[in-house]
């Protein structure tokens, strides 16, 4: 009795699905395990055929309208099998439809020049990217100079532009596209997608191959940098040759099986004559049946007899079909709207309210079961903890240790149940810049925080595995003992039943085998020769992608001289050149425990309270302002003001240049200044806060004024010393003992040394004012008949 795919679709139930399209929304009926992405990809699939996608049922009429085109008796039942998922019409691999033998004495060149093109294509997306790049730092020279334009566009008076277009040029530009980025015209482009070339079918002599024959190894270098199929046999490379011509079907083994329950085969059968049918309606001489998911389906029923399982599932399909099919179809798109995928540990579903989540997967969670394996573990083992609690190498007591608190452990464990990578929940904004510099020590959080926080790497792979699993179960300690191969190299596995099925197939396995990214011709040559002695019908080598990132830690070269040493020797002409200096654009790093000083005081009767942080030697690096009972807006602006010049500071800007932009500015409060020793009258508020620091840092004394008597808002006076002997000041005033702990001793004080006294009240005062040709200072002073200095005592004879 035929199967009835066409009951079982009609009770199938469909709720209505709105899919976003580009720009619009679709409204599509379909079985409720379908996914987004396989509606998606059916809808692609409709459109690609010509069928329009609009209202009512979009799906089903173009499913029904594609299958009547195929056969008309047999159409309902080929539209049913389309619902039901069971099946999806497909594209063969792209081959050449030539057979190209390697023993022809043009096949080296063809080779060679097809290598070229294909190595030409895949750069050209990359070469085109880094010419735009470089025409816009061309423009961008230009637009970010200062000064007139006749000089900012002149290679020869900008250097950033010289070197901009130097290498411009150097990445392919014309010096014609390089004057049009100076003038201002834009070099923006879009790399044209690259379809994949067809796959190269060769024929070669086995023995040759085998031997290492220079045929292997220009077979080994097309593999590598074209795509190349190696067959051995006339028949295999004639019928993987005719498959690009024939037409092709994905079956879905899983689906088949949740339908039609143990009695699969038969359904199979019914199901492979249909499609037999549908195929050769247009007098194909070949066609493809692809058994999708059948892993899957091997892992559900139980692996362990998979190899004769797969040859009795193979056998089936074959007896159905009038024509000895090609049972090999790796169309990824197809492969899409079936809702399969190469077997993997990790499987990509989409719950019922529309989110996408990951999974252990369903056939390997199925068979782990089955053979008393722990389901929990393998999830933990593959998913992780999401947790920091009892982690090996890094957990909360030795983050603890490194400063972090509970805010910060909280706001890591959150992150944990987001990330991917263990270093993505130690990044802003999971933690905070300020927290990083401040508490940890690190001015910028650039990379993994916890290498530079001292953990060991050992240390945080395992926290890694321990809080964010790993990606297959390769290592899982608790597999059980019958699938701990089949869970260490799930592609093995899945290889080896295409091995299987590759034996009743009309063409051979065109499916590639992935080599390191970094193998070379000679290695490649090895592995052909293996395949040659192994007795398989066909190889396809290809290398696998090269790990992200960057491979290569460059740096710029230094400038050397060995191209000017052997230049004849120039007289030399003395003339005025401008020098341009680069300054170190990193920032300075103040110490954890700084020095400096607090200084209060009052503008206007407006309370200002300035903190200073000093380096090691003594240098201004930060200060701070706080402002007595002002609003919020102004302290705030003041706040931020002071973390500006802060920053200046620590990048290396001078405080001369913020002590000459802020003095004398003129704004309220201002006038009279008190509790300040040096400066009793400001413009402003900036007016004190830069006089100060120019006063105290810089000794710009000039800044002073110490008689506010004769002073308002708008002058500056002379001040007026202090009359009495000098007296030592205790050095406790000006060293912090908290700063020093305890390091200073009490005793000490500050001499005022430098400095001239005043000579005694009982010495009379000279008349006039002579300087000292001793010192310098105007105390020389008549005694007698003779002149005596009362700053160095000095006696000089004076004469006229």
Not at 458 to 477: C, F, M, R
């Given at each position: 009795m035929r199967f009835p795919f066409a009951s079982h679709a009609a009770a199938l139930p469909r709720p209505a699905r709105q899919i976003e399209r580009c720009g619009?929304?679709?409204?599509?009926?379909?079985?409720?395990?379908?996914?987004?992405?396989?509606?998606?990809?059916?809808?692609?699939?409709?459109?690609?055929?010509?069928?329009?996608?609009?209202?009512?049922?979009?799906?089903?009429?173009?499913?029904a309208g594609w299958a009547a085109g195929l056969s008309g008796s047999d159409a309902l039942e080929l539209t049913a099998t389309l619902l039901l998922g069971l099946a999806a019409p497909a594209r063969?691999?792209?081959?050449?439809?030539?057979?190209?033998?390697?023993?022809?004495?043009?096949?080296?060149?063809?080779?060679?020049?097809?290598?070229?093109?294909?190595?030409?294509?895949?750069?050209?997306a990359g070469a085109v990217e880094a010419l735009a790049t470089a025409l816009a730092s061309v423009s961008d020279a230009v637009s970010r100079c200062e000064g007139p334009r006749a000089d900012c566009a002149d290679p020869a008076s900008n250097p950033a532009l010289a070197r901009a277009a130097l290498a411009a040029r150097r990445s392919g530009a014309s010096d014609a596209d390089i004057l049009r980025a100076i003038a201002g015209e834009r070099f923006d482009s879009v790399p044209l997608p690259l379809s994949p070339p067809p796959v190269i079918v060769a024929l070669a002599d086995r023995a040759m191959i085998a031997s290492?024959?220079?045929?292997?190894?220009?077979?080994?270098?097309?593999?590598?940098?074209?795509?190349?199929?190696?067959?051995?046999?006339?028949?295999?490379?004639?019928?993987?040759?005719?498959?690009?011509?024939?037409?092709?079907?994905?079956?879905?083994?899983?689906?088949?099986?949740?339908?039609?329950?143990?009695?699969?085969?038969?359904?199979?059968?019914?199901?492979?004559?249909?499609?037999?049918?549908?195929?050769?309606a247009d007098r194909a001489s070949s066609f493809a049946i692809g058994l999708g998911g059948l892993a899957d389906l091997i892992l559900k029923e139980g692996p362990d007899d998979a190899a004769s399982r797969t040859?009795?599932?193979?056998?089936?399909?074959?007896?159905?079909?009038?024509?000895?099919?090609?049972?090999?179809?790796?169309?990824?798109?197809?492969?899409?709207?079936?809702?399969?995928?190469?077997?993997?540990?990790?499987?990509?579903?989409?719950?019922?309210?529309?989110?996408?989540?990951?999974?252990?997967?369903?056939?390997?969670?199925?068979?782990?079961?089955?053979?008393?394996?722990?389901?929990?573990?393998?999830?933990?083992?593959?998913?992780?903890?999401?947790?920091?609690?009892?982690?090996?190498?890094?957990?909360?007591?030795?983050?603890?240790?490194?400063?972090?608190?509970?805010?910060?452990l909280e706001a890591v464990e959150i992150a944990l149940t987001q990330v991917d990578a263990l270093a993505d929940a130690f990044r802003a904004p999971v933690l905070d810049a300020g927290f990083v510099r401040d508490v940890l020590g690190i001015e910028a959080a650039e990379g993994d925080l916890l290498p530079q926080l001292g953990f060991a790497?050992?240390?945080?792979?395992?926290?890694?595995?321990?809080?964010?699993?790993?990606?297959?179960?390769?290592?899982?300690?608790?597999?059980?003992?019958?699938?701990?191969?089949?869970?260490?190299?799930?592609?093995?596995?899945?290889?080896?039943?295409?091995?299987?099925?590759?034996?009743?197939?009309?063409a051979p396995d065109a499916a590639p085998t992935l080599v390191d990214w970094r193998t070379t011709a000679i290695q490649a040559a090895r592995l052909l020769g293996d395949a040659a002695r192994e007795g398989r019908r066909a190889i396809r080598l290809q290398r696998a992608a090269p790990p992200a990132g960057p491979l290569l830690s460059l740096t710029e070269p230094e400038e050397t001289t060995r191209q000017r040493r052997w230049e004849p020797e120039t007289r030399a002409v003395e003339r005025v050149v401008e020098k341009v200096i680069e300054r170190d654009r990193t920032r300075r790093k103040l110490p954890d425990r700084r020095k400096g000083y607090i200084q209060k005081a009052a503008v206007g009767g407006h309370k200002?309270?300035?903190?200073?942080?000093?380096?090691?030697?003594?240098?201004?690096?930060?200060?701070?302002?706080?402002?007595?009972?002002?609003?919020?807006a102004f302290r705030s602006l003041m706040n931020n003001f002071a973390i500006a010049i802060s920053i200046g500071l620590q990048y290396g800007v001078p405080l001369d240049e913020f002590?000459?932009?802020?003095?004398?500015?003129?704004?309220?409060?201002?006038?009279?200044?008190?509790?300040?020793?040096?400066?009793?009258?400001?413009?402003?508020?900036?007016?004190?806060?830069?006089?100060?620091?120019?006063?105290?840092?810089?000794?710009?004394?000039?800044?002073?004024?110490?008689?506010?008597?004769?002073?308002?808002?708008?002058?500056?006076?002379?001040?007026k010393a202090d009359d009495g002997e000098l007296e030592t000041v205790p050095a406790a005033r000006f060293i912090s003992k908290g700063f020093a702990r305890g390091a200073a001793p009490d005793n000490l004080v500050v001499l005022p040394f430098g400095q001239s006294r005043v000579a005694p009240a009982t010495v009379p005062a000279a008349t006039e004012a002579v300087a000292c040709p001793a010192c310098g200072d105007f105390t020389l002073q008549q005694r007698g008949a003779g002149w005596t200095c009362d700053a160095c005592g000095a006696a000089p004879s004076m004469q006229g």
């Open positions: 619009r929304v679709v409204s599509v009926r379909a079985p409720e395990g379908w996914t987004d992405a396989q509606i998606e990809a059916w809808l692609d699939w409709a459109e690609a055929e010509g069928f329009a996608v609009g209202d009512g049922d979009p799906l089903a009429e173009a499913m063969s691999a792209r081959v050449t439809p030539n057979v190209l033998t390697l023993s022809d004495p043009g096949a080296g060149e063809r080779l060679a020049a097809e290598g070229a093109r294909r190595r030409a294509g895949r750069r050209a290492g024959a220079p045929d292997a190894l220009m077979a080994a270098e097309a593999a590598l940098e074209g795509d190349l199929l190696l067959t051995f046999e006339p028949d295999d490379a004639e019928s993987a040759a005719g498959s690009a011509r024939a037409p092709a079907v994905l079956l879905s083994l899983p689906a088949l099986r949740a339908i039609s329950g143990p009695a699969v085969e038969h359904a199979l059968g019914d199901l492979v004559r249909l499609w037999s049918r549908a195929l050769s040859a009795q599932l193979a056998g089936t399909v074959t007896a159905a079909c009038d024509v000895a099919p090609s049972l090999f179809v790796d169309d990824v798109e197809a492969s899409l709207r079936l809702g399969l995928g190469p077997l993997a540990a990790i499987d990509i579903c989409q719950t019922g309210d529309g989110e996408v989540v990951r999974r252990l997967n369903p056939a390997l969670s199925t068979a782990i079961r089955r053979a008393g394996g722990d389901i929990d573990s393998a999830e933990r083992h593959l998913f992780g903890r999401r947790t920091l609690l009892d982690a090996p190498g890094v957990d909360h007591a030795a983050l603890r240790a490194k400063g972090f608190t509970d805010i910060e790497d050992d240390a945080v792979s395992l926290t890694q595995a321990w809080a964010l699993g790993e990606p297959d179960l390769a290592g899982w300690t608790e597999a059980p003992e019958a699938l701990k191969q089949i869970l260490a190299d799930p592609a093995a596995f899945e290889a080896g039943l295409r091995t299987v099925v590759e034996q009743v197939s009309a200002v309270y300035i903190h200073t942080g000093e380096y090691e030697d003594g240098e201004l690096g930060e200060i701070f302002i706080d402002m007595h009972k002002e609003g919020a002590v000459d932009a802020f003095v004398f500015t003129r704004f309220e409060p201002a006038g009279r200044v008190t509790g300040n020793d040096s400066i009793r009258s400001a413009t402003s508020i900036l007016d004190y806060i830069f006089r100060e620091l120019g006063v105290s840092y810089l000794d710009r004394s000039e800044l002073a004024n110490a008689d506010a008597d004769g002073l308002n808002a708008d002058g500056l006076g002379a001040g």
